[in-house]
């Protein structure tokens, strides 16, 4: 993993995504979609490349479909809400998942966007506080050891379960937990638990 | 007042989209009436976030912006996207994920009994590795003690049961794995409804069913 930009200018950029979105979906801007989509294209791929060897053969048909849904949702998407990389994110998640279970041929009437509604959040006034987590997350995550990060980045962009993260690295269940555990807690994100 | 949350690993697991299906559908379902575990759900999203943007970046084909481009006036027409309620419970009183999945009417399921007081309907997710059902279980009525040989995940829909550590209601998440053995209790004053989501079948540690574990299967669909 590559880190390319500090925090001060991932959300300097992250203003100007959030703008071109909101011209997509106020004006239906194709030149700010363009924009979205140089950026975030390449992202796309590359998240998709992460997932399973299914997904992953059908890399570009992913970005197609995730561009076209930021096409087509963009509408809906609030500034306040969300950053515009979060929300890209979660759809490129929603595509992935549902293309693999499209691949898997499972037999299912629920969509990611069932598991994954859209209108999570109607509180408007903790859109402050959501994006003061979201920075700090962002700079939180420069902090983690690699040991723990390579974990996170199992879980979150190859889409693997804690069971499958310790078969692939050789560990015990226990230890990614811990080192779960452990970046959960660094970055503040760790939830009270009956005793684990 | 939501007491019983999924963990860390749990909540995880589904905001980055690892969960299988029929528990993934269990937490968002828990998700629906807890506000605390939403905005922990919507922090780890941004965890997903800072990690797909830290992506060494691929190129994608040159001609791929201009077939998309292409393709946005082709489908000029949005998709309809249907907006599942966000409101713990939907028309028929029950969450909207839960309603898909019976595809039709309460009253239409079809239950099986489980002695006196306890039924159960099987809904089919598509999930090929785990049960999911709905049990109904009457006013007082109990699910004889059992242990299980994998983990149980359990959302309560409706009214409320106790078992060995404590009291759950509507919106409560419990996971129990093979180590723990129960008999859960529906309250005394009304009949109580439950998701379940089973990876293997339960064991029965009483008495009276023991005999039944030999003949116990998943049955996921």
């Known amino acids: ?196 | 007042m939501i007491h019983h949350h999924p963990d860390t690993r749990l909540l995880s697991e589904h905001a980055s989209g690892a969960l299988e299906l029929a528990p993934s559908t269990c937490v968002s379902l828990h998700l629906n009436y807890c506000e605390q575990c939403r905005r922990r759900h919507r922090q780890l999203q941004d965890l997903g976030s800072a990690l797909f943007e830290k992506l060494q970046p691929r190129n994608v084909s040159e001609h791929l912006l201009d077939t998309v481009m292409a393709r946005l006036d082709e489908e000029a027409e949005p998709l309809s996207y249907r907006s599942p309620s966000s409101t713990a419970a939907g028309d028929g009183g029950y969450p909207a994920l839960v309603q898909r999945l019976m595809r039709g009417d309460y009253a239409d399921l079809d239950w099986q009994r489980m002695g006196r007081n306890v039924r159960i309907c099987r809904l089919r997710t598509g999930d090929r590795n785990n049960e999911f059902a709905l049990y109904h279980i009457r006013a007082s009525g109990s699910i004889p003690q059992h242990s299980h040989r994998g983990n149980e995940l359990t959302l309560v829909l409706e009214g409320s049961f106790s078992d060995e550590e404590g009291r759950y209601s509507a919106g409560d998440f419990l996971m129990r794995d093979a180590q723990d053995r129960h008999t859960p209790t529906a309250t005394r004053d009304r009949d109580c409804i439950c998701v379940g989501v089973l990876d293997a079948p339960v064991r029965f540690t009483d008495w009276r069913f023991r005999a039944a574990n030999p003949f116990l299967r998943l049955q996921a669909s």
């Open chain 1, 1 to 196: 993993m590559a880190i390319t930009d500090g925090p001060d200018t991932s959300e300097r950029r992250d203003d100007e995504w959030s703008q071109c979105l909101e011209l997509v979906g106020a004006r239906r801007d194709r030149e700010a979609f363009a924009r979205l989509f140089k950026h975030f294209a390449p992202l796309v791929k590359a998240f998709a490349l992460n997932g399973s060897a299914l997904a992953a053969n059908h890399a570009e048909e992913l970005v197609q479909e995730v561009m076209i849904k930021v096409w087509q949702k963009a509408a809906k998407y609030n500034a306040r809400k969300a950053s515009a990389s979060t929300w890209i994110y979660t759809i490129a998640r929603n595509c992935r998942t549902d293309l693999y279970r499209r691949l898997q041929k499972f037999d299912t009437p629920l969509s990611a966007d069932d598991i994954w509604p859209d209108s999570e959040t109607t509180e408007l006034f903790t859109s402050v506080q959501m994006k003061r987590d979201a920075v700090r997350i962002r700079e939180m995550l420069s902090a983690i050891p690699h040991e723990q990060a390579q974990i996170l980045a199992k879980i979150y962009m190859e889409g693997k379960s804690h069971s499958e993260v310790a078969e692939e690295l050789d560990l015990p269940l226990g230890t990614v937990k811990s080192r779960v555990r452990l970046a959960m807690n660094k970055l503040q994100l760790l939830v009270e638990e009956r005793g684990l």
